[in-house]
């Protein structure tokens, strides 16, 4: 609040409190001016430098009377009575005065009117130009305070709009981020989110292997102390870019000092910001699976201010966040493959008993997920559906080898052994409480629809979907495939055999739309076909050879 | 730009909205509480109403109650409000087209949906109508009768 800046608001208001002060006439009877003041040049009163000064106001001490020069000069007599007559005649008076906070003199001339009279009293406190220009000066100063307040609070209101954008970006983040089951999508919002809180440009993800992901946010025009922008969340971004820029290299986009703020942050794992080359730079950790730190790092147009303490602590606690949602997906991924391995190796090793049944497992998989999509199973029921064909004859790990390896016919004791895999796999599976649909398809896929099947006689739709399904499936398997006391029937043979089994022991409608799907999937996808069925294959070639 | 009246009882708030509608360009008009947004509106029409929901006087909803199908506000309604029950007051408005927004609002949010009401050629008087969450609403359409 000094008046230190020459030229400010402050000081004109003051040049025209003078010159308002002043009564002015024909002839002016009475001008004030200021002195003494330790940051102003003097103004001395309009009389004195028409009288005296040859209208130079710099010409006091040189020219005028010596009260003029003492009041410019801040010595007042403080005997020289006040108002007194300086030698051209002229009633003045010099009062010290605090204006802008600075000790002033106020100089005043007062002057005959036309009619020859002295125009004011000087002792009326109230017609004192030095307390009038007091009380002016203190208004003055509250109206510069009231326009410094309202700066204030232009400044307030808008680091409270920042944050309000800054909070609802995060509620945004935590809401958004569950909805992603994989962890590319997670990173991207991530990086986009990263973006907008942090008015970056761009946002850089740089893995462990030295791959770097570029996130652009889209240019926003209008740049400077702004809060970020409006732009909808989708629009804002290039709309791919992990793949294309995971492309563009192994760290290509980096310069030097951004491989160094990489390095730091790796060895560190705590947030830095650097300023190469005056680009702003932010660089955090964000923590994978098995201590892999990736860094992630936003660049800021320089217009947009250094990065700051507030800052660091939003990318810190986001990335914290987001390491940990990244981490929990990607435990998540690695125990499913996990466990989907664990049970293929199971489900070899059944297999094996059987060298008649080799892939038998992992064909019943393949085809009932196959059927199930036909009959529109979607996921994750069709997952299990997949399941519980893989595992169908899990059971038969119980059955002695001599007679799932029986050539020739089997006793009817035998066969009543060979009945009791499907209740076995229900047995083995059923302490496993994660499995519902694969239950049902392990113990019923033995079950016909006029209830002439094994382990407990269901009729038609009391045989759950997935054991119908199986069924189809594995009895398509088993007569496609050479047995000890038969060879493999050709698909369309199979075929026929199953569709004569309609409505006493095969589902019709799974049936159909086992044959439809498995149809469409021969036709369309030969490659694949030739792979998971090469005896199908081979055994068609050995046919048109014959 | 475009003409938009704020209602809303704390000088604060009403401060924040009318800065940050402002350096976007708009005009606003200030109003501290329902009646005298009333008032207003039926002086001069606005092309957007950003009402309060709790308001001395007149409240939020009763405003936008007595302006819907008047004509006198020509893109949209949009509410802010932090009372817990901010869905239901959302399901309400619907039909009306009438955008609620939860407090503390997001700035940017604010202004993209005045943007994105105002962006069209609607008929005068219907309040538009958003489809979707803010953040992938783009599209708008017109609001039938209610």
Known sequence: MSSDIPSTPHDSLLRDLLSGLSLTGPEPTRSVGLLASPHHAPQPPAHCLQACLDGDPNAIGRLGCQLLAAAAAGNLDPQTPMPTRCPKGFQVAARHALIGNSPMVVFTVQGKNAAGSESVDFDRPEMDPARLLAHLDAASNLVQRIGQLLEENAGFANEVLQNYEQLNLIFDLTQQITQFTHVAGIERLLAQRVARLLSAETVYVVSLDGRCRVYPARKTEGAGAQPVKPASAIGQFGDAPAEDLARAGSGAALSDEMRSAVESVRRTRRVLVAMPDGRHLIAGPLMRLDEKVDVVLAVRHPDRGVFNAGDMMLLESVLSFGGQIISNTELHDRMRRMSLEVTRALVAAIDKKDHYTSGHSERAGFLTALTAVHLGVRPPQLQAMEWAGLLHDVGKIGIPEEILCKPGKLTPEEFELIKQHPRMGYEILQPIKSLGVILDGVLYHHEYPDGSGYPEGLVGEQIPLVARIIHVVDSFDALTTSRSYREAFSIEEAIQIIRREEGTHIDAEVAEAFIEAFDVYRRDHPHDFALRFAHLVEREMADAHV | ?146
Do not use: C
Request: net charge negative; proline share 5%.
């Open chain 2, 1 to 146: 730009m475009s003409r938009i009246l704020v209602a809303e009882d704390d000088p604060h708030i009403l401060r924040l909205i009318s800065m940050w509608l402002t350096r976007h360009g708009h005009e606003v008009i200030e109003a501290r509480n329902g009646l005298v947004a009333r008032e207003l509106i039926s002086t001069q029409p606005v092309d957007v109403l950003v009402s309060d929901v709790n308001m001395p006087g007149m409240d939020g909803l009763n405003l936008v109650e007595t302006v819907y199908g008047t004509g006198q506000v020509r893109h949209g309604v949009i509410v802010l409000t932090n009372r817990w029950d901010h869905g239901e007051i959302g399901e309400r408005l619907a039909d009306w087209g009438v955008q609620v927004i939860a407090k503390p609002f997001s700035p940017s949010r604010l202004s993209e949906l005045i943007e994105s009401m105002t962006a069209g050629t609607r008929r005068a008087g219907r309040p538009a109508h958003s489809a979707g969450t803010p953040d992938q609403q783009s599209t708008s359409q017109e609001a039938g009768a209610p």
